[in-house]
């Protein structure tokens, strides 16, 4: 198995999409009036599943940045949320967890977390390849702000997304190169990326540039 490794201009145009995301979200947020100061709920318990070999090393250059002893920590708060959420789909029920990364109601990694993690909670839309139009309607807290302040929901600010994710296919495709449509599908929460350990192929990858591997 080889680990998935940015190279240094992949991992700067990963920090750019972020950043990007940070931006929009907050003119969304500012012109709606929204913020999460206050809230009673943490949407670090919500079940999400990410999608990227490129994210998935990005978080893992995060945690490599903390201490030994704090890697562990994660890894078993990780092992224990996924126990958890086994338990309540063999209940038929959505896994409602706190995550991993989750430290007194903050995220630890928060410079590297992850787009599912930067752009929930604000309208957002985004076009699939498809061409049909998906919206979301913000989380609950949003959502109340917005049918007290607008006739109607859809005159509300929305979040573009479709632009952000296209560039973060882009770094995707350059990253692992032609030999994308061969390889796993990626469908983890961080949890499962955590213990699974960073993204590695057992597919060779053409040494090119913007391509790293570790052996």
């Known amino acids: 198995m080889k680990e998935v490794l940015l190279s240094e201009a992949l991992t700067a145009e990963v920090a750019s999409i972020y950043a990007?995301?940070?931006a929009d979200y907050d003119t969304v947020a500012k012109a709606i009036k929204f913020s999460c100061d206050g809230c009673p709920d943490n949407c670090c318990d919500s079940y999400f599943q990410h999608h990227t070999y490129s994210?998935?090393?990005y978080l893992f250059q995060g945690f490599r940045e903390q201490s030994e002893v704090k890697q562990q920590e994660i890894i078993?708060?990780?092992r224990r949320y996924i126990l958890d959420c086994t338990v309540a789909e063999a209940k038929d029920e959505r896994p409602q967890v706190m995550c991993p990364l989750n430290e007194e109601g903050r995220c630890i990694l928060y410079k590297h977390r992850l787009m599912v993690c930067r752009t929930h909670g604000v309208p957002a839309a985004m076009r699939r390849p498809d061409g049909q139009m998906l919206n979301f309607p913000g989380c609950f807290r949003c959502q109340e702000i917005v049918k007290k302040k607008y006739v109607h929901d859809s005159e509300a600010p929305q979040m573009e997304r479709t632009p952000l994710l296209q560039r973060l296919v882009a770094v995707e495709r350059e990253l692992m190169g032609e030999?994308?449509?061969?390889?796993p599908r990626v469908k983890l929460t961080i949890a499962q990326m955590l213990i699974q350990g960073p993204p590695a192929t057992a597919v060779s990858h053409c040494e090119r540039p913007g391509i790293k591997t570790n052996v």
């Open 20 to 22: 990007a995301m940070e």
């Open 55 to 57: 994210e998935w090393a």
């Open 76 to 78: 078993e708060r990780s």
């Open 179 to 183: 030999m994308i449509h061969l390889l």
